[in-house]
């Protein structure tokens, strides 16, 4: 009886201290993806730095939880993190780097066409596959978030309103899973989304004020 006393409070123990160590990794990377939304509002560089180390500890968090797909989501934010980086290093001779683009309706239209297609095909392979809760809602988010990843990158100015969508009903995914706290986050993702848009295109039309000058005096 003694011993298996022990070994319970050993095993609680030791469990104990690994979800406390889960915990300050999660914050970390919390406080990382935070970092990474306000340096890319201000189009800092440093945004993919922050993203890289966040994506990186999910990553691990993911893995250690069972979430696999989530685990593999994360592997590809590493690697548009790295891909983001360079993007937006290129001909910094003038610390400036990859100047904000806007896209045309009819690009947009088309990318949320494939993107939609695909999304439903995931969704259906999640619904009749797997005991995904809300599976087309859930491939529709994921779908959109690896492809607004990308505008990111490419500093499209458009990718804050695809973000405030995909935040909005994560919201609604997050509240019907009972994960309050995670819906008050993404709550604050919409606003910081939406600052990012008016942030971009203020910096999108001094560039393209700078540049028409700058071509004027030549």
Not at 172 to 177: G, P, Q, R, S, W
Request: with cysteine; charged share 10%; glycine share 6%.
């Amino acid at each position: 009886m003694v011993d298996f006393w022990s070994a319970f409070v050993s095993s609680l123990s030791s469990a104990m201290a690994q979800a406390n160590a889960l915990t300050l990794w999660e914050a970390i990377a919390v406080v990382l993806a935070m970092a990474y939304l306000l340096l890319a509002m201000r189009g800092s560089i440093w945004c993919w730095s922050a993203a890289f180390f966040s994506t990186a500890i999910y990553t691990v968090l993911f893995w250690e939880v069972s979430l696999l797909m989530e685990s593999v989501l994360n592997i590809y934010y590493m690697a548009m993190a790295v891909y983001g980086y360079w993007m937006w290093s290129r001909g910094r001779g003038d610390d400036k780097g990859v100047v904000v683009v806007s896209w045309s309706l009819s690009r947009h239209s088309l990318l949320i066409g494939i993107t939609t297609l695909a999304s439903l095909m995931v969704g259906y392979l999640m619904a009749n596959y797997t005991q995904a809760a809300f599976p087309y809602l859930d491939a529709a988010t994921t779908c959109f978030a690896v492809m607004t990843t990308y505008l990111v990158a490419k500093k499209v100015l458009e990718n804050w309103l695809y973000w405030v969508v995909i935040d909005v009903v994560s919201i609604y995914l997050y509240l019907n899973k009972g994960l309050m706290l995670t819906s008050l986050l993404f709550i604050l993702y919409v606003g910081m989304a939406i600052g990012g848009y008016f942030l971009w295109r203020t910096t999108m039309r001094n560039e393209q004020q700078s540049a028409n000058g700058q071509y004027s005096y030549e």
